[in-house]
């Protein structure tokens, strides 16, 4: 008897080339999403820029700064359909740890106090909130603010 694996997730450098699907992901979760220029400068910044794909499909993303030992996740988001499925968790996880091999000793992020699923996660990963930035996040009526987690690395 024969068992079909499926592919596991794969962590991939995120290229140009992925931005379309990338955009798509995007564009489709949030209602202020990243542009593509943000996208674009990310690369051409040389942030750790990365891609989730199960059997080739994009799944997630996520962009990690990371700068005399202090890691900023800047992005870290999961298709729709592959939300409260674990691939946050494990992505969130290869994020960390590419930030511990870059050095980081801590890692911070901004996350919206209305993302309470974000905040959940977080949780989970011994983040602490450390912190509110003011007016911070663009909101479909003014400004949301942000609140700052950081988490040991």
């Known amino acids: 008897m024969s068992a079909v694996l499926k592919d596991a997730p794969r962590l991939l450098v995120m290229r140009q080339e992925d931005l379309d699907e990338v955009l798509e992901i995007e564009n489709a979760i949030y209602t202020h999403p990243w542009t593509r220029g943000n996208f674009s400068d990310s690369l051409r ?36 359909r592959y939300q409260r499925s674990g691939q946050g968790s494990a992505l969130l996880r290869e994020a960390l740890e590419l930030a511990r091999r870059r050095g980081g000793k801590s890692l911070f992020l901004e996350v919206r106090p209305s993302n309470a699923a974000a905040q959940a996660l977080y949780a989970r990963f011994a983040f602490r909130r450390v912190g509110v930035r003011r007016g911070y996040y663009p909101a479909r009526f003014g400004r949301e603010d942000a609140l700052v987690y950081t988490v040991d690395l």
């Open 45 to 80: 910044a040389a942030y750790d820029c990365r891609t989730w794909r199960l059997d080739g499909e994009l799944v997630g993303y996520f962009i990690l700064m990371v700068a005399m030992g202090e890691a900023h996740l800047l992005n870290l988001s999961i298709a729709a």
